[in-house]
Each structure stands twice: as C-alpha cells, then as structure tokens.
C-alpha cells in the first residue's frame, strides 16, 4: 500500500468546508493512497461518514488520523488558525506533510514553527496561475463562491428588489450594482448581478479586464488614472503607490454615488487591502444602500468596514463577512476537493510522495521542508536571509517520502 493521506475535521472555529469529498477518494486511491477520514469531517458540509467508507475511505478518530497520517488535506493549515495554529501543532510530527490555505505571506512565523517542528507544508495560496495549474487553483475556486455569496448579501440587505419589474402597481426599476475588483469574485458577483435583473457596472485598476466585464453584460466603469503597472506577471493585481489610491478615491466618489450595492473586491496577496471607498463617499450613498466588502478578511476596501459585523453608517448597511466560501460548504468543499486532490495526485509517483525540483508548481507551492522555510517570499517576510537555489536543494534532497 502506498502514501496514507488524512482528512481530519477542520480546527478552525466555524469552518463547515472539508478537504476532500467522498467523489475524490477514487481519484486518490488511483493515484496510490491510502485515504483515512476522521468520523464526522464532512457533516457539516452534507458528507456522511458511509459515503466515504462506500468511497473506499477508511473511518476513523481524529488520533488515529493524525498518527497514522504521512499526509494531511487539510483546508486551513496552521498559518490560517487562530494564534497562528500552535495548537495544531502540538498534533503533528517530523516527516510529515500537510497541505491547505495557510497564509504564508501574511501569517508567515506559523512557518517558522512547523519549520521547527520538521513538518514538510505546501500553501494552496501559492499555486501559480499557469494554464497546467488551472485543476488545482482554490484561490479562484473559493473566489467562485465569495462572489456569488456576495451578491445574495447584498440583495438581501437592500431594501429594494434586484430587477425591473412592470407590474398593475407601477413599474419598479433595477437596482444599480458597482463591483469593484474584476479578479473571480469580481466577475462572479457580476455575473450574478445581472442573472438577478440589476443594471451593473464594473470598476478594476487594470484596463486589461474591459472585455471581460462587458462580455458579461456590465458596463466598465473608466477612470483617469495612470495604470500601465496595475498587474503582475501572474494575472494578480499589484499594490499601487498611496497617491494613485488618492486619485482613485477621489474619482471613484461619484461613480459610487451613482449606485445601491456596491461589492469590493480588492484584495493584494500578503498585503493590507487598499481603502477604496472613504466614510466620505459612504456619505454621499442613498440611504438603504448597501456595501459588500469582501476585503474585510485583510482589513476591507471600505474604510468604515468592521471585519465580520454588520455597521450601519449614514443609512447605508456596511457588510465585512467573513470566511464567506465557508457558508456554503457542500459546493466550496466539492471544488476545493477537486483543487487539493489534483495538487496531491500532482506530487505522488506510484504511489509515493516524490518532490521535483524542476517543476514549478511544486516549487512555488513548497513552503518548508527539512527543518527550513525554502520559499523565497516566505523567508522574505520573515526577514531571513536569501538562500540562492537553497529552495531547489532542498528539494532534491526529499525524492520520495
């Protein structure tokens, strides 16, 4: 028998998603693992414990998972864990691995510690936007769900109905939704907008994505800015200079005025999310307008945002929601499944856990290894030194597990 992968009811308070589903233990035994599944890890997403051992997944307690386990799939990892997951930590052991969301860019000392503690981690965060990639993207995958969460928020906290509507008791006219940010969740939430009946608009620093919001029925919001460096080589948008934010803020109050919902979007990876919308803009909204902000996990694009409360500012409902791909966690935890255990099946050799060096999603995605934190951005934010080709080292060193 090869590699024995674990799947343990998630730490993270409140968090109903799983990381593998019961439709992804074939793919996982095909590709030569053992697959273990703490009792009761998927209920809370609508999987039964039958399902899986129907699968061909192995039932068993949270202990038994943990010793038995080389791999953890896990949905938060440390790093995403309240106190950084030092808790979890006390749980796992040398020589094994585990992969999940972490936050190794803005949460990177949880690194240092499994690092430390001889754990080998990979960050679903970091896989690259490459075309090969694209089955093991949960970035875009949760993104996918946030958006279109945002927008039913969004219709239900406004006072007012999405469509138009010709009724005998007058004609109702449609909402106008300004989604600002045309990343996954921008798009989604446009989408979803418009499948709802409102007049939508779309607003993103980078001009590149015009096309894509008109293809999907919105109009694109154009401001006079300068944003020639608004995007990076893998498609993200980049953190953009405070008085090009200025500029931006000062344009964009009219524009938001003009609109009931507004969504936002903007999130920059491992960075504060840049205030898009000031308390002065939230007083020139008409009352019972409604802002979304799906930013507030990294602080909120709207500078009145209160990271996971409902305020009520000048009449206008300002929501932070939090862990929003969380709310619905039967399709949240089928997508990411889908991502987590392609990645997996990725790393595996008949059957066995074989790093290569050369390959640039395990390169990119590879956080610690052998007592080390190998990934360049992560040693960055820790202040450790730049180990030239260390990262390759190391993982040449692994072969199999």
């Not at 409102?198 to 980078?206: L, N, T």
């Not at 992560?378 to 080709?389: D, I, K, M, N, T």
């Amino acid at each position: 028998m090869g590699i024995t992968a674990g799947v343990i009811k998630e730490f993270f308070p409140g968090e109903r998603r799983v990381a593998v589903v019961p439709q992804s233990v074939a793919a996982l035994i095909k590709a030569g693992a053992e697959v273990m599944v703490e009792r009761g890890a998927g209920a809370a997403s609508g999987f039964s414990d039958s399902e899986y051992q129907e699968r061909g997944a192995k039932p068993a307690s949270r202990g038994e998972v943990l010793v038995a386990a080389a791999v953890l799939l896990q949905v938060r990892t440390a790093g995403a864990l309240e106190n950084n997951g030092r808790s979890e930590l006390a749980w796992l052991r040398g020589g094994q691995t585990v992969i999940g969301f972490g936050e190794p860019l803005s949460a990177p000392e949880a690194y240092r510690d499994l690092a430390a503690a001889g754990v080998t981690s990979f960050a679903m965060e970091l896989i690259p936007r490459i075309t090969r990639a694209q089955s093991m993207d949960a970035l875009s995958s949760m993104a996918t769900i946030a958006g279109y969460k945002a927008v039913l928020l969004a219709a239900d906290a406004l006072p007012r109905m999405f469509p138009m509507l010709t009724t005998a008791a007058g004609t109702i006219a449609p909402a106008k939704v300004l989604v600002i940010g045309a990343g996954v969740a921008g798009l989604q939430a446009i989408a979803t907008a418009r499948r709802l009946g409102a007049v939508v608009s779309g607003y993103d620093v980078r001009p590149a994505v015009k096309e894509q919001i008109e293809s999907l029925g919105a109009r694109f919001v154009t401001l006079e800015l300068e944003t020639g460096q608004a995007q990076d080589p893998g498609g993200y948008a980049k953190a953009m200079g405070e008085e090009f934010y200025r500029r931006q803020r000062e344009l964009m109050g009219a524009v938001i005025a003009a609109h009931e919902v507004v969504i936002t979007t903007a999130a920059v990876p491992g960075q504060k999310a840049p205030i898009l919308v000031t308390a002065e803009m939230v007083v020139g909204m008409l009352p019972g307008s409604v802002i979304v902000d799906l930013a507030a996990e990294r602080g909120g694009n709207c500078e009145l945002t209160r990271p996971g409360e409902t305020v009520v500012e000048h009449g206008v409902s300002i929501l932070g929601p939090l862990n929003v791909p969380s709310t619905i966690p039967y399709h949240a935890s089928q997508m990411y499944s889908k991502n987590i255990t392609t990645f997996f099946a990725h790393l595996l050799k008949k059957g066995e856990l074989v790093l290569d060096a050369s390959d640039e999603i395990t390169r990119g995605t590879l956080v610690t290894h052998a007592g080390e934190v190998v990934h360049p951005r992560v040693r960055q934010a820790l202040g450790l030194p730049e180990q030239a080709g260390a990262q390759e080292a190391t993982v040449k060193q692994m072969g199999g597990s």
